[in-house]
C-alpha cells in the first residue's frame, strides 16, 4: 500500500519553463490537495479537488493549473515557472468527499523540491 | 493568511521532558488536527480535536482545546530523541470546509 506517490523528488527549472508534478493516491480517496510550503513555514493550499472532475482555487493559485485526471491522480501544472515558485510542493488526499463538511484526515506524499532558476 | 499561529517557533528539550506547543487562530472551527513533519518528510498526522471536545490522548499526546480563547496545546509526555520534528496544527473552519488550513509549525529538538 504506497499511499500518495508523488513524481519527480527534485527538479530544477529555468524561468519560464514548464514542467507537472504528479500525483497518484491508491486509498479511493474521495479528496486531492496540492499545497507549497516555503522555508520555515506551514503549508498553503494552491487547489484541491473534492471529487474527480472537480477543482477549487486555494490561499495561492496564481501561476499553477491543475487536472484532476480520475480518481486517482491530480497534477499540478506551471506553465511558466518564476524563481517566487521555489518551493516544496505536497500532494494530500484524504476520504472527505463533495458533501463533506470538513476533513478527517489529510494524507501526503513525501514532496517534490522544486528549483526555480 | 494563515488561519493557526504555532508557539513557540522552536523548542529543545532533553530526552524524558515533556514538550508543550500552543496553537492560536482566528475564526471559529469545527476541529483542530496535530501533524508532525520529519526533516525532509511529507507531514503524518497525528490527532484529531472536534470543536465540542475538551481534551483528548493518544499514547503520549494529549490535545487541549479551548474554543472561548480560540486555542490548542499539544503536549507530549517523556519525549524521546525520536520525537525531534516540526509540528504543525491544522483547522477546518465553517467558512473553508474542505480546506484544511496550517500554521508555520513548531520544532522541537529532542538531545538524548
Known amino acids: 500500500n504506497a499511499g500518495v506517490t508523488q513524481t519527480p523528488k527534485f527538479q530544477v527549472l529555468k524561468t519560464g519553463q514548464s514542467m507537472t508534478l504528479q500525483c497518484a493516491q491508491d486509498?479511493?480517496?474521495?479528496?486531492m490537495y496540492w499545497y507549497r510550503q516555503d522555508p520555515g513555514m506551514g503549508l498553503r493550499l494552491i487547489y484541491y479537488s473534492a471529487s474527480e472532475g472537480t477543482t477549487d482555487k486555494g490561499e495561492v493559485p496564481n501561476g499553477y493549473n491543475v487536472s484532476r485526471l480520475n480518481k486517482r491522480e491530480f497534477s499540478l501544472r506551471l506553465e511558466s515557472a518564476a524563481p517566487s515558485q521555489t518551493s516544496v510542493y505536497f500532494c494530500?488526499?484524504?476520504?472527505?468527499?463533495?458533501?463533506?463538511?470538513?476533513?478527517?484526515?489529510?494524507?501526503f506524499g513525501s514532496g517534490t523540491q522544486l528549483s526555480v532558476l | 493568511s494563515q488561519q493557526g499561529e504555532e508557539d513557540p517557533q522552536a523548542l529543545s528539550i532533553q530526552e524524558g521532558e515533556n514538550a508543550t506547543m500552543n496553537c492560536s487562530y482566528k475564526t471559529s472551527i469545527n476541529n483542530l488536527q496535530w501533524y508532525r513533519q520529519n526533516s525532509g518528510r511529507g507531514l503524518v498526522h497525528l490527532i484529531l480535536?472536534?470543536?465540542?471536545?475538551r481534551e483528548k490522548h493518544s499514547g503520549r499526546l494529549r490535545v487541549t482545546l479551548d474554543t472561548s480563547k480560540k486555542s490548542s496545546s499539544l503536549l507530549i509526555t517523556a519525549s524521546r530523541a525520536a520525537d525531534t520534528a516540526s509540528y504543525f496544527c491544522a483547522t477546518d473552519a465553517p467558512t473553508n470546509a474542505g480546506k484544511s488550513t496550517f500554521g508555520d509549525g513548531t520544532t522541537l529538538t529532542v538531545k538524548p
Open positions: 494530500a488526499s484524504s476520504e472527505a468527499g463533495v458533501r463533506d463538511r470538513f476533513n478527517e484526515k489529510l494524507f
Open positions: 486509498m479511493n480517496h474521495n479528496s
Open positions: 480535536i472536534r470543536s465540542n471536545e
